[in-house]
T-cell receptor, first 112, second 115 residues
């Protein structure tokens, strides 16, 4: 089955700096890669996703990149703000799998 | 749409009691997932359904756990008998066909405490 590894497990940055979270996956059939943000005490929420036919996608201060050859994808947050502090999960899935495999999460802390 | 609705939000029960968690997925979503989240083990997939049929229950910890989806708008996760180590936040999530290709919408979760 699919295996997703996520790094780092914790990340601390100063407000205004950039943050990068990286994930690798094992199943070459995976073609959909969502990212979720979970604030303390809240539910995980989908913030951005990318499909295998796209190399990069941006939405305001967040962007995702995908390297299918190397089987890795990354989340980039620019101009970080304290409200970006949360746990971020990457995931990978294929149309045939019916489910997403999640990484273990990255706890991002943005210091004011 | 009201999103994925879970009840109760909080449950405190004594060891040995039966606990039933409830979930109403988003209308039109064909997949429903039950997750458990703890600090130690992170986010664990317990079971998921497609068109009300259980597809993979390999994450269910043991026979004390059972899940049903009698129709497209309702699912339950039951623990009987409950134990302190079952204390966790249980999330239900749903997604649309085909499978997980469009991301999950999670419910608010049920925080279960077994004393």
């Amino acid at each position: 089955g699919e295996n997703v590894e996520q790094h780092p497990s914790t990340l601390s940055v100063q407000e205004g700096d950039s943050a990068v979270i990286k994930c690798t996956y094992s199943d070459s059939a995976s073609n959909y890669f969502p990212w979720y943000k979970q604030e303390l005490g809240k539910r995980p929420q989908l913030i951005i996703d990318i499909r295998s036919n796209v190399g990069e996608k941006k939405d305001q201060r967040i962007a995702v990149t995908l390297n299918k050859t190397a089987k890795h994808f990354s989340l980039h947050i620019t101009e970080t703000q304290p409200e970006d502090s949360a746990v971020y999960f990457c995931a990978a899935s294929s149309t045939n799998a019916g489910k997403s495999t999640f990484g273990d999460g990255t706890t991002l802390t943005v210091k004011p | 749409d009201a999103g994925v609705i879970q009840s109760p939000r909080h449950e405190v029960t004594e060891m040995g009691q039966e606990v039933t968690l409830r979930c109403k997925p988003i209308s039109g979503h064909d997949y429903l997932f039950w997750y458990r989240q703890t600090m130690m083990r992170g986010l664990e997939l317990l079971i998921y359904f497609n068109n009300n049929v259980p597809i993979d229950d390999s994450g269910m910890p043991e026979d004390r756990f059972s899940a049903k989806m009698p129709n497209a708008s309702f699912s339950t996760l039951k623990i009987q008998p409950s134990e302190p180590r079952d204390s966790a936040v249980y999330f239900c999530a749903s997604s649309s066909t085909p499978g997980a290709d469009y991301g999950y919408t999670f419910g608010s979760g049920t925080r279960l405490t077994v004393v």
